[in-house]
C-alpha cells in the first residue's frame, strides 16, 4: 500500500457583486397613497406591505418606501448605483414629502 495521491487544488477566491442592499433615512414624512397614484413605477398596497415598491428601470434597482421616510434600496451593483438611486427617488418624490 502505498501513499495515497494527494494532488493540491487551488481555490478561486475571486467573487462578483451581484446585489447590495442598503437603507437611507429621508427624516421626512412620504404620502404613500398618492405616491404611488401619480408617481410610474410605484406599486402600494397597504393591505399586503406596508411599504410602496418603486422600480427604478433606467438604473436597475428597487426600493421600498415606508411613510416614515425609511428607504430600502436593493439590486444594485455599487455604491454609486445606490447613490443614484436615492438621489433619483429624492427627485420624483420632492412633491410628495411632508
Request: hydrophobic letters at 40%; glycine letters at 8%; charged letters at 30%.
Amino acid at each position: 500500500m502505498g501513499k495515497p495521491n494527494k494532488t493540491v487544488k487551488r481555490v478561486d477566491m475571486g467573487f462578483k457583486v451581484e446585489n447590495i442592499v442598503a437603507s437611507a433615512n429621508l427624516k421626512v414624512e412620504l404620502d404613500l397613497f398618492n405616491i404611488a397614484m401619480e408617481v410610474d413605477n410605484v406599486e402600494y398596497e397597504p393591505e399586503q406591505f406596508p411599504g410602496a415598491i418603486m422600480r427604478l428601470k433606467d438604473i436597475g434597482t428597487t426600493l421600498l418606501l415606508f411613510k416614515n421616510g425609511k428607504v430600502i434600496c436593493s439590486g444594485a451593483k455599487s455604491e454609486k448605483q445606490i447613490g443614484q438611486s436615492i438621489k433619483k427617488a429624492v427627485e420624483l418624490l420632492k412633491g410628495f414629502i411632508h
